[in-house]
């Protein structure tokens, strides 16, 4: 068969690519995309339930790091390093192998360092912070056993709830530095979050989160969450997904993967019109 020429290639290739993608993602249960301008909040793409909470997961990871900078517990990219001990019983071995520090616990998304880091913050500092960011339901009980040094991670499937409605909100607060924090927290957190090659000239800074649905077939649910930017355009973004059947890979990975090909999909019906 001999391919179409490469420019109709690429046209027809656009709607199909979109297509694709968001059929696959239905097949895993009706995923929540929402797509916002960062400076006015105007919604630019919202498709699915986004009004819903849920676990944030290890989306939580950006709130954390806030919270650690502002602090003064983490101190610049690199700062501090933790060595893993066997008392944070962390079920990946390549967690185990060398010392986190606040890049690396980003970009692997290493469960036992959050949990130090707020362990050192401490459950009333913690509140304190979650309540300054208005973030979701505010909720860190944790379960009945929960004790003042934070030993679980409540916002992974516990007590801590928020939608995709709710994480834009955060997102923009965030990218527009009106979240009550030091100056140079921001920097400091902007520097760490993982940052990817977008489609089309995008450049997409963002976090995974995955975690497991209630009930008895242990489906997982997956985030990507973040903002994009573009000369000097920004929009903050929010996709969770849901899967109705039994995967192998992490639901957060395959939620990242998802999204970024459409970002500029997503803006197309934004765009202004031709200049004729």
């Known amino acids: 068969m001999t391919a179409p020429p490469s420019g109709r290639l690429f046209f027809l290739s656009l709607p199909l690519l979109l297509l694709l993608l968001v059929c696959g993602a239905a097949r895993a249960g009706m995923p929540c995309t929402l797509v916002e301008e960062a400076s006015a909040g105007e919604v630019l793409h919202r498709d699915g339930p986004c009004d819903h909470r849920n676990s944030p997961a290890s989306t939580f990871k950006l709130a954390l790091a806030l919270a650690g900078y502002d602090s003064g ?27 986190t520090d606040p890049t690396s616990w980003l970009k692997d998304s290493v469960v036992w360092y959050s949990r130090v880091l707020a362990q050192k913050l401490g459950r009333r500092k913690l509140q304190t912070y979650v309540d300054g960011f208005d973030y979701g339901n505010r909720n860190l009980a944790g379960t009945v056993n929960f004790k003042e040094s934070l030993p679980e991670a409540v916002w992974v499937d516990s007590t801590l709830r928020i939608s995709p409605v709710e994480q834009a909100d955060f997102l923009r607060r965030l990218v527009n530095r009106q979240l009550p924090l030091k100056p140079e927290t921001f920097d400091k957190a902007f520097a760490v979050i993982p940052t990817y090659p977008g489609p089309d000239g995008w450049t997409v800074h963002g976090k995974t989160g995955t975690g497991v649905q209630e009930g008895p077939d242990q489906f997982q649910y997956g985030w990507f969450v973040g903002w994009a930017e573009k000369g000097e355009r920004k929009v903050v973004f929010v996709y969770l997904i849901k899967d109705d059947t039994k995967q192998e890979s992490f639901a957060g990975l395959r939620a990242r993967d998802q999204f970024i090909p459409m ?14």
């Open 263 to 276: 970002l500029p999909l997503l803006l197309i019906k934004s765009a202004p019109p031709p200049k004729r």
């Open 73 to 99: 517990i983490l101190t610049d990219a690199q700062t501090p390093q933790w060595p893993y001990q066997e008392s944070y019983k962390s079920w990946d071995a390549d967690w185990k192998k060398k010392p």
